[in-house]
């Protein structure tokens, strides 16, 4: 999302609730993007490192086109040049959530972030 995006949904009479900017290095989201594979038989999602496939079945897992490191660079710098003008937007909604820690942790931070939103809105009402 851009800066003239979140203009463009403010336009519209759309404002989040909550908005979460989930803080994780560059390196680290590189690393978790090129070992990302995904069962074509499941549907289920593997990492190489992170959640390794079993044995059985490693061999049948996919790799997305854009799962590459050079894609996910790309992504990243045009993710880079466009987030501080939209944590401007809405820094009033803004919750930061560290994403390097585990995944039940970053879970219940997302979560805890979604239901004080929920819980504010209810008591507006």
Do not use: C
Not at 57 to 67: E, H, K, N, T, V
């Amino acid at each position: 999302m851009s800066g003239e995006q979140a203009d463009a949904i403010e336009k519209e009479g759309i404002r989040p609730d909550v908005f979460l900017l989930i803080h994780v290095p560059d390196e680290l989201l590189i690393e978790r993007v090129v070992g990302r594979r995904s069962d074509p038989e499941t549907g289920e999602i593997y990492h190489l490192t992170f959640k390794p496939p079993p044995p059985e079945i490693a061999a049948r897992l996919d790799q997305r086109s854009d799962d590459t490191e050079e894609k996910a660079r790309n992504r990243l710098r045009t993710y880079h040049a466009n987030v501080d003008a939209v944590v401007d937007y809405y820094r009033e909604q803004l919750v930061e959530i560290d994403g390097t820690k585990s995944m039940d942790l970053v879970f219940s931070a997302i979560s805890a972030a979604i239901d004080s939103a929920v819980y504010m809105l209810l008591e507006d009402t």
